[in-house]
């Protein structure tokens, strides 16, 4: 049986490693052919290269000319493929949906930037009416419409559907929650040790686009600032580059004696050196659908803080260290008290570690359990 997977429009670093698994997942299994379109970059070019010698997945590599291109070739040029493949199932990893195709499709939502009402309330709160049409409504039109012709939807958390119940009739949709991110046991490392007499580093992750309303970044800068007043020890660790920053309203230049400007990360090794001893990850994040980040930081022992929100209970488990969203006031207090706990977190961050592995062990564990249902429900 053939299958085409949509990866088109896969580049940010989160999107490339979720889809390294998924091909990692889709070799494993010789049972369907996997017909897979995607969008030239280096990055999806290494993957082609890592993946080249497989027999089962066949790359289809089109140059993205834009939106109404990709709109074109989706709902048009794919009918070509599905006929000349003898394609049976299309699987939207990508997030969007074909409205004039005839074969069952399953969409995977991998964005909730569209489908949170908590989002709205803060572009509405500071009157950012016409940017929320813009970013927002507009696109929640067509993804709301993709959503209700959808009968499978493959979604990463529990949350998820709960946001999109929101905004449409999830009674008639048939979810899966698939595990994307690996939890074996070899993966995880001990806890990082802390001592917090010497300089600690803050480490925060984002990509260029930090100043977008949902991730929140003000939270973190006036937290760093107040500590910095404060006078304590600490670096700066953050995916950005100077001249980025520099050109950021958010920013305040007095942080720059205090940060190092890494620049966008692009594999694993580069991450795993930044998580090291003495190393607190802060997410600011208004909403997440998965938060690829922070589970790596989980995954390799770290002390993680979070924003109080039901999305961190559901991804990273009720013990993780949170903050309340949009306070700085209450992210700086929660860095004082995790200073000045007396005790070893050792064990703290042996429990968020169960927690994730048992939690990313109750889904589904390969896009195959998921095809085969689904398959198994057309015949």
């Known amino acids: 049986m053939d299958i085409l997977v949509n990866a088109f429009g896969i580049s940010n670093a989160g999107g490339i490693r979720v889809f390294d698994k998924l091909l990692g997942d889709l070799s494993i299994n010789n049972s369907y052919n996997y017909h897979v379109v995607c969008n030239k970059s280096l990055e999806i070019d290494n993957l082609i290269i890592k993946y080249a010698s497989l027999k089962n997945i066949y790359f289809i590599v089109v140059v993205n000319k834009g939106i109404f291109y990709r709109l074109f070739y989706e709902n048009f040029t794919f009918r070509s493929v599905i006929h000349k493949k003898n394609i049976q199932l299309v699987y939207n990893f990508s997030g969007t949906y074909q409205f004039f195709l005839d074969t069952p499709q399953i969409l995977k939502i991998q964005n909730l930037l569209f489908f949170c009402k908590k989002l709205d309330s803060v572009y509405f709160s500071r009157k950012y009416y016409s940017l929320w049409l813009k970013q927002v409504f507009l696109k929640r039109l067509i993804l709301k419409y993709m959503l ?47 001592d917090f007499s010497k300089k600690i580093k803050f480490l925060y992750i984002v990509g260029p686009h930090f100043e977008t309303l949902h991730k929140n970044f003000l939270d973190f800068v006036n937290s760093m600032i107040y500590l910095d007043n404060q006078g304590l020890n600490f670096e700066i660790d953050i995916t950005l580059t100077s001249s980025q920053l520099a050109q950021s309203s958010i920013w305040d230049l007095s942080l720059n004696s205090k940060t190092n400007f890494l620049g966008y990360i692009s594999n694993n090794q580069e991450i795993n050196e930044l998580h090291c001893d003495n190393v607190i990850l802060i997410s600011t994040s208004v ?14 022992g770290l002390i993680v803080i979070t924003p109080n929100e039901s999305y961190a209970d559901s991804v990273y488990g009720e013990n993780v260290v949170k903050y309340d969203l949009f306070n700085y006031g209450s992210l700086q207090k929660t860095i004082m008290n995790i200073i000045n706990y007396r005790y070893s977190h050792t064990d703290r961050i042996l429990t968020i570690q169960d927690d994730l592995i048992k939690s990313e062990t ?18």
């Not at 909403?287 to 995954?299: C, P, Q």
Request: aromatic share 12%.
């Open 148 to 194: 209700k012709k959808s009968i499978y939807i493959e979604v990463q958390s529990d949350h998820v559907i709960d946001c999109l119940s929101d905004f449409v009739n999830i009674k008639t949709k048939d979810f899966f929650v698939k595990n994307d991110f690996d939890v074996s046991k070899a993966l995880f490392t001990k806890p990082k040790k802390y």
């Open 287 to 300: 909403i997440e659908t998965l938060g690829l980040h922070v589970l790596e930081a989980i995954r390799d």
């Open 362 to 379: 109750s889904k589904y564990q390969s896009n195959h359990e998921i095809f085969d249902r689904v398959v198994s429900q057309q015949k």
